[in-house]
């Protein structure tokens, strides 16, 4: 079954500080995404990455870099935390980049930065 | 560039009614259209796929979309409503974004609430 777990559920962190969110995908999928989910704008796609120690830009990378060292995991990063980075982040994988197939989500992080 | 409008942010219907959550789409070519149901404090889940052949697509937990090339439109049906269908329902279009990959653009949801 597929399987897309992330670190935390709940994360509260404060204004200027580093964090990190990590995901996991147990499916050897090649594709990794990131969207951040706010209420009345839908998801927006952050970074993503194709293969290992590839990342390409989404929609909305300003304040945020990503890290692939491994295929089954992708990391967000928030270099330094602001209040309008509160959200809820969500981590996807896709078997392949064919247009096609779907993508699986993990149980999403709920970030709050004071 | 791609975009998906769901005109409804929220939808109300009697359980044991039909239900329908409308999407429109706007791509480049052929469209691959996908909805995704997102349960309370929970992530997606995919829910059924439009990539060509027949206009009715038939997914899980009941539900089904119909795919209107002329509309521009992929709603999604169901015949009988359940309460525990309701949860946020996204309509999310395919388009190719460069680097050799294709990227979703969602709708911005609609809340789907049914009444006992």
């Known amino acids: 079954d597929v399987k897309v777990t992330q670190s935390s559920r709940y994360l509260v962190k404060r204004t200027g500080e580093k964090v990190f969110l990590e995901c996991v995908q147990d499916m050897d999928h090649e594709n990794m995404f990131w969207y951040r989910q706010d209420p009345g704008l839908g998801l927006r796609l952050i970074y993503f990455?194709?293969?290992?120690?590839?990342?390409e830009k989404g929609d909305i990378p300003e304040g945020y870099s990503v890290s692939r060292e491994k295929k089954e995991r992708f990391s967000l990063i928030l270099e330094s935390a602001s209040t309008n980075q509160t959200s809820m982040y969500l981590c996807?994988?896709?078997?392949?980049?064919?247009?096609?197939?779907?993508?699986?989500f993990g149980p999403g992080t709920r970030l709050t930065v004071t | 560039a791609q975009s998906v409008a769901q005109p409804e942010d929220q939808v109300n219907v009697a359980e044991g009614n039909p239900l329908t959550v409308k999407c429109t789409y706007s791509?480049?070519?052929?469209?691959?259209l996908f909805w995704y149901v997102q349960y309370p404090n929970r992530g997606l889940q995919f829910l059924l796929k439009y990539i060509t052949g027949d206009n009715l697509v038939k997914g899980s937990y009941g539900f089904e979309a119909e795919f209107n090339k002329s509309q521009t439109s992929f709603h999604l049906k169901k015949p009988s409503a359940l309460v525990s269908d309701s949860a946020l329902y996204f309509c999310?279009?395919?388009?190719?974004?460069?680097?050799?990959?294709?990227?979703?653009?969602f709708g911005k949801g609609t809340k789907l609430s049914v009444i006992p």
């Open positions: 990455s194709y293969d290992v120690k590839m990342k």
């Open positions: 999310a279009v395919s388009a190719y974004s460069g680097a050799g990959s294709y990227q979703l653009t």
């Open positions: 996807a994988s896709r078997y392949t980049p064919d247009r096609a197939y779907e993508q699986y």
């Open positions: 791509v480049s070519g052929n469209p691959y």
